[in-house]
């Protein structure tokens, strides 16, 4: 009885340590100080729901961040809890009672096209869809009446006293704000997380941060990317004139806000030492940090400040590891790589190209050796991917003038195209 577990002990203790395991809870942090104060955040799925609601409610952090998770919100008793306080956030600014939204009533409201023409104010849209006069029901095929949505087309008009006072945009930014935040909702029914999402918009004007976490679906954000910039984890909802000039609207970001957040703010849950990586750290919380400095770092390149491009290059570096997980990582890491010889770093990029070769290498080899077997145990898609990224590194080295890189690259390609040239055919 003795004997058992210390051996147990002596030979795996190693293997099953997860004292460096802090990748979740600092994960959790920066969702937390990615948001302004007393801001509503909009998560969705349990990898960043779970450990937020651990960092408020065991170890106090941000208590003033009230955490929706869109996947309970289609729950009455839910909802309802929202129109509480807890801890140290006021109850949610909605204003339906209990029996307009609980459960067997307003499950679902279908969209029929009313041809109301033009956008039509989201407080308007709420009270019809909330109404219980008969003259704002529609008769379905099953003979039943309901409410339903007149249109897709929502505004809302911008009191600009309102977003000033409420400190919603910085100075800089208050020639940006716009008259009208206008959007086509993405759907065609409700649900009543959308319903309870509309009550929040409608009646909020602009006194409490509107977030959503940037794990959160497109379909989630019900069409609202116009307005939507990014503040390290979350997207902050912001009532500034569209830019229509950048083509993923996912993709914008509050520039100083989200750099001084990554460089001061952020905690990186020992990702770089740690003993043991799980699943979720390396395949969800890795690309979800790469893909948040990338749009930093594209932003800040964008408008010319290459000084701090290259200073969260140096910060990535300095924080995070190098895990070939998939294909997909892979492309990401590329993408970082390839804007570290924007700003002039070679010795990142140079060292992230040649770990990503050497794994793209490794699984064409390995796809290689399938197909002569006709075993068809390989993913022909990553085998499309290794070879855009592999081209893509021989675009980058050549115009970074880095020919032994480009001659490298290119020898592969010649070398594995003719091997996987059936799967490239129409």
């Not at 208050?174 to 029914?189: A, G, P, V």
């Not at 699943?279 to 919380?285: D, G, W």
Request: hydrophobic share 40%.
């Amino acid at each position: 009885m003795f004997t058992v577990p210390v051996v147990m002990a002596s030979q795996e203790w190693k293997a099953h340590d997860r004292s460096t395991k802090m990748v979740a809870h600092d994960m959790a942090y920066n969702y937390l100080v990615s948001c302004p104060p007393n801001a509503i955040l909009f998560t969705y799925g349990d990898n960043d729901t779970y450990c937020v609601w651990y960092a408020q409610e065991v170890e106090g952090i941000r208590p003033d961040v009230r955490l929706v998770n869109l996947s309970l919100f289609t729950g009455d008793w839910y909802i309802r809890q929202m129109q509480r306080k807890i801890n140290a956030s006021d109850a949610l600014p909605i204003t339906m009672p209990y029996d307009k939204y609980k459960d067997g009533v307003r499950d679902v409201i279908y969209y029929r096209n009313a041809g109301i023409p033009g956008a039509v104010e989201v407080k308007d849209v709420f009270d019809f869809v909330t109404s219980d006069d008969p003259r704002t029901f529609a008769t379905y095929q099953s003979g039943e009446t309901a409410n339903y949505l007149p249109t897709k087309d929502f505004k809302i008009t911008i009191k600009r006293d309102d977003v000033i006072k409420n400190n919603v945009v910085s100075k800089d930014q208050q020639h940006l704000i716009t008259d009208t935040l206008q959007w086509k909702f993405t759907s065609n029914y409700l649900l009543k997380d959308n319903l309870a999402i509309l009550d929040i918009m409608a009646h909020n004007n602009w006194k409490r941060p509107i977030c959503f976490a940037t794990t959160v679906g497109s379909e989630n954000l019900i069409g609202l990317q116009p307005y939507l910039y990014k503040e390290g984890f979350v997207y902050h909802l912001m009532p500034l004139k569209p830019d229509t000039s950048i083509k993923f609207q996912d993709s914008k970001v509050n520039t100083l806000v989200m750099y001084d957040k990554i460089m001061n703010k952020f905690k990186f849950g020992k990702f770089k030492t740690a003993k043991y990586l799980d699943h979720e750290s390396k395949t969800m919380f890795y690309p979800v940090m790469i893909s948040t400095f990338i749009d930093l770092i594209d932003d800040l390149i964008a408008k010319g400040r290459l000084d701090l491009a290259a200073n969260l290059i140096n910060k990535f570096d300095k924080e995070m590891p190098e895990l070939d997980v998939d294909m997909r990582t892979s492309r990401n890491k590329f993408s970082l790589a390839q804007r570290a010889f924007k700003v002039n770093n070679v010795a990142f990029a140079t060292k992230y190209f040649n770990t990503i070769d050497n794994y793209i290498v490794d699984q064409l080899d390995y796809a290689g050796r399938q197909m002569q077997n006709h075993s068809g145990a390989f993913n022909g898609y990553d085998i499309q991917t290794a070879f855009d990224i592999l081209y893509g590194m021989a675009d980058a080295t050549r115009s970074a003038h880095q020919a032994k890189l480009y001659d490298k690259y290119m020898a592969q390609i010649k070398k594995y195209e003719p091997q996987f040239a059936s799967l490239f055919k129409e």
